[in-house]
């Protein structure tokens, strides 16, 4: 009976260390169209029931959809100016803000999402990967853009590649064991410094008390982004590189970010126009996010994804499978809570 009772508190002790996991995001009213959708999608049909944190950085969300966000069950609200000084909270303001909030959330193990990613699994499944227990993080692969692509331009640093390789060898002077194929091919000069666009940073998780140290070079890349904005794109790869420069394990999904075309008897919307297409994951061979709004979705009949292939230097298509096209389906329903007139019928309920 005594060795059943210390097993049991032994259980108990290990999910209460466990159990400071939460979700955050930045949100200002321009957003509100994206993450008010998203969030009610996770909570009713992913059965998502992690906290969330919503961050802004002063005076960026209206009293209305603070009110409307905080329909959401277990959500709170946080102001950035409770933290830190005016000058700073005015310098957050960009995708900067994603480091400010990810250094100053109470949260241990933290779900970092954009407001405008749309999960289709329960992210908390990160949380228990293998890898994520072992490294302490857990990242994903951003699209492989060609030279040729139309996109590839709009990703284009201020710096010139020798001065974007001079910074790199700077801060990573000696590759960890943890460097992914695509850095070993532009540290060894078979890709341009130009690809060197690795992560996508709408979804990142990351243990806090692992990586402490890493969220402190994490904040100070991003505090210092008019240098680090020049050489990166935004904040994207500063979570990897944080890692990297300090020595710190991390992981990367293994499968590269995709785009998705939407397909019925009138409509073909082609995969390389940024403007009418989202960007998708997988996990685990699923669909697990996708980015931009999922406004074509009601009118396709056939919902496929396309990657680019590194050695054969073209796009390949794939169907996606029928559990998320049904999904997506569901998601698009929510995606009209976005609409001005719903939005202010629920602005008018809750005041």
Request: glycine letters at 2%; hydrophobic letters at 35%; charged letters at 25%.
């Amino acid at each position: 009976m005594l060795k059943k009772f210390i097993l049991f508190f032994i259980f108990l002790c290990a999910l209460d260390a466990r159990s400071n996991q939460g979700i955050i995001t930045a949100c200002n009213d321009h957003y509100m169209k994206y993450l008010v959708p998203n969030l009610k999608f996770l909570r009713e049909e992913v059965k998502c029931n992690l906290p969330i944190e919503i961050w802004h950085a002063g005076n960026e969300l209206s009293d209305h959809n603070k009110k409307l966000l905080l329909t959401i069950d277990n959500t709170t609200i946080h102001d950035l100016s409770n933290y830190y000084t005016e000058e700073e909270v005015l310098d957050s303001r960009g995708w900067q803000i994603k480091a400010y909030i990810l250094k100053t959330t109470s949260f241990e193990e933290v779900i970092l999402m954009d407001a405008d990613v749309f999960l289709l699994q329960d992210p908390s499944i990160l949380l228990n990967d293998e890898n994520y227990l072992q490294t302490g993080n857990y990242f994903f692969r951003d699209i492989f853009l060609s030279e040729d692509n139309p996109l590839f331009n709009k990703f284009k640093l201020q710096k010139s590649d020798n001065e974007i390789k001079e910074w790199f060898k700077k801060i990573i002077n000696t590759p960890s064991q943890f460097i992914i194929p695509e850095v070993e091919k532009i540290i060894n000069n078979q890709l341009p410094i130009s690809y060197l666009s690795i992560q996508e940073s709408g979804l990142v998780v990351i243990n806090k008390i692992k990586h402490k140290a890493t969220v402190d070079e994490i904040f100070r890349l991003n505090k210092d982004h008019k240098i680090t904005y020049q050489y990166v794109y935004g904040d994207k790869d500063t979570f990897w590189i944080a890692c990297e420069k300090i020595n710190q394990p991390y992981y990367f999904n293994p499968s590269v970010g995709m785009h998705i075309t939407y397909h019925n008897s009138k409509l073909f919307v082609p995969s390389r126009r940024r403007d009418s297409l989202n960007l998708m994951h997988l996990y685990n061979e699923k669909l697990i996010f996708i980015q931009q709004q999922p406004r074509l979705i009601r009118k396709a009949t056939t919902i496929n994804y396309t990657i680019f292939d590194q050695d054969t230097n073209s796009y390949n298509t794939h169907s996606l499978n029928q559990e998320d096209e049904k999904k997506l389906k569901i998601l698009h329903k929510y995606y009209k809570w976005h609409t001005p007139k719903l939005l202010d019928k629920i602005k008018a309920h809750i005041k």
